[in-house]
């Protein structure tokens, strides 16, 4: 997927790719074992005593009083000569001891970074408080994009007042939802700089001063990007991803990086959503317990919360917003888990140079928020105003004037558009000798509402409007029976009757992407990794084994192309030339309606577009034998989206219809867990 070469610098940036940690070495050698301190790393793991916890205290303000002198771009600052790049490398570290820090000792950090003193060189915070010092306090929970933008733009708040909020909410909530791999121990220092911006009158862009976090699988220059696995703790990247470069470029701070299910699950069969060997399993929100069950007895959360990318942080109000990607339902399952809106892009659509691959063919970034315009909003500058010359996809599409998806938020979007229910499979159970699929009743309930409303709103529903390739009566035309070889039961000799696509994929992009980190990179193959994998079991590599891994690296790129080039054609003939374009088309529609994340595997197939709003909750069942709850323990309701799938490139449709039905509802609520 991804060629070698992209420097870390945006374009027109004269600078090298190194220059940003040349421009603050300086600054860090002065400064190590004060960052030891206030990070945790001198006794990870332990307790605190009182007397440390001051020292840290001391050790945080001197931090503190240091970044000031670090700017956007990384360059130090003087007075009023403030480089006006859109490059930022914040105060560098050696990967080793930023790995090292992650997560152990960030909740330290965040503390006290959010009740340190304010720096001697925030003038515009103070002048922005005596202006509005009858001003209502500005709250970080729920708010949106515009939320912050426009106390940003009337002087109510400042973005380090906004990041101090939000890293006082990962200091309180963090150890019992475990959303995060790494906090940006750069994070103030950036803000400080896109406040003083903005006293200049200098807006980079729509997200000037508004946190964001991305998907522990995107690069990023300042922290390590790790997939999750313990192979790449220590890896920080020679170079920025394009997605991570355009919100920079954008004004946005990169607050964290989230917890993932380890390499965008495709290490193992079986291996549950949101764990990964580095940080341990992720909780949601809605119920963060353990899973009692005696089948599901190993530390997992009772309510998944979706995989592979995390909604839990943006769920909490950690930040605005995230950056997760898909290959398939790893954007849309996070965010009905989180009763996020989320929009899955048509592959290409945002770059995937920097983002640790499984396939190209199916991998694409995405935003994850709490409502459909910060989606929209998120989306305009994840997506690039040209070509990237590193992804051959993102010709595809040609991206709105500006890349302004808010002009599609049309609240009465949803009148006269021609919507389709997919009945079969989706919402019903097939017939049949080997019926499949359906909704229970509670779901059905929901989803009826759902259908209502839109009706209400004026949308012509087409019901049923079934998908020709998921009714065909003859089994090798029909989608449900073509699945995605994975595991140790589709290995080679064994894989006959389903697509080879994500295997063969995930050892061409996977080492390509490893060529293109130099010597940055820690192993140089697939192979190398698996190896790696096993020669480190003890602590803690593959807990629950690398089948997935394994089958993908038996693929010969050669001799199985052809293989993988036919099981590619019938991937797009089943689930989007028979599948959904043929249902669109039959019916005239502008789009297919699917509860939760329902339409993540035929969408994902041929690269096709969905957008994901917040609507229900619905009850978790009991189940039954050892998969049933012990007496006593009480589920709680999971949240349950409504979506909108169409086809390549018709995000600003399904933009429309998203934020029209949303409207109409409003349903998003927080979870009260974490107020």
Partial sequence: MLEPGGKADFPGKPVGPDAHRQLGMQHLEGDEAVMAKVTGQEDCGHAAPAELALDRIAAGQTFLKHSQHIGHDGVFLRGENLAQGVDYGGIPRNGDSMARSGICGALTLAALIAFSPPLASQTIRKSATSRTAAAPPVSVVEASIADLRSALEQGRTTSRAIVQQYLLRIATYEDRLNAIVTVN??????????DRLRARGVILGPLHGIPVALKDNIHTVEMPTTGGALAFADLVPPYDATLTRNLKAAGAIILAKTQLTELANWVASGMPGNYNALTGYGMNPWDPRRDPRENSFDGRPVLGTGGSSSGVGTNVSFWAGNVGTETSGSILSPANQNMLAAIKPTVGRVSRYGVIPISADQDTPGPMTRTVSDAAIMFGVLESASPDSNDAATRKCTPP???????????NGLAGARIGVPRAFYFDRTTGSNPRGGLNDAQKKIMDSAIAVLRAKGAVIVDPADIPSVVDTVPANNFLNWGVCGGLDNAKGR????????????????????????????????AELRAWNIAHQRAGAIKYGQANLDVSDEMDLQADRARYESDRRKDILLSATNGIDAALKANRLDALLFPSANSANIGARPGYPTVTVPFAFAPVTAGTGPNAFPAGFDPKPSPFNVSFTGTACSEPKLIELAYAFEQATKRRVAPPLFP
Avoid: E, H, Q
């Fill in 401 to 411: 004037p500006g890349r302004d998806y808010t002009r599609f938020l049309n609240a």
């Fill in 495 to 526: 894989d006959a009757d389903c697509s080879i696509a994500f295997k063969y994929g995930m050892k061409r992009d996977f080492n390509a992407w490893l060529k293109s980190l130099g010597d940055k990179a820690p192993v140089k193959t697939l």
């Fill in 185 to 194: 121990p750069n994070a103030l220092a950036i803000a400080d700089s896109l």
